[in-house]
């Protein structure tokens, strides 16, 4: 069973920036297209960037041109920076597979965007 660990979350000042890291076991990580996903109170959660096993990037609207992703395949890792966040970044960030997620979520990293 694959696990995911993620961190790097916190509390930051709108226009502020963060990195999130994300870390998953198993052998066969480099060829999985992996994402960030986020779920914000109340609300569904969504996919906001991934990243293939040939480093093709896609992102939602909301956050092109703010959050890179980006990932090292030899520590099993992919990372989400994150530059002039908004209030409307708050939510849970969660890394994952793409587009079918495993059946096992990590705990997810906490954002919270506020002054």
């Known amino acids: 069973q694959v696990q995911l660990v993620e961190s790097g979350g916190g509390l930051v000042q709108p226009g502020g920036s963060l990195r999130l890291s994300c870390t998953a076991s198993g052998s066969i990580f480099r060829i999985w297209t992996m994402g960030w996903y986020r779920q914000a109170p109340g609300m569904q959660r969504e996919l906001v960037a991934s990243?293939?096993?040939?480093?093709?990037?896609n992102y939602v609207d909301s956050v092109k041109g703010r959050f890179t992703i980006s990932r090292d395949n030899a520590k099993n890792a992919v990372y989400l920076q994150m530059n002039s966040l908004k209030p409307e970044d708050t939510a849970v960030y969660y890394c994952?597979?793409?587009?079918?997620?495993?059946?096992?979520w990590g705990q997810g990293t906490q954002v919270t965007v506020s002054s």
């Open positions: 994952n597979r793409v587009p079918v997620p495993f059946s096992s």
């Open positions: 990243i293939s096993n040939g480093d093709n990037t």
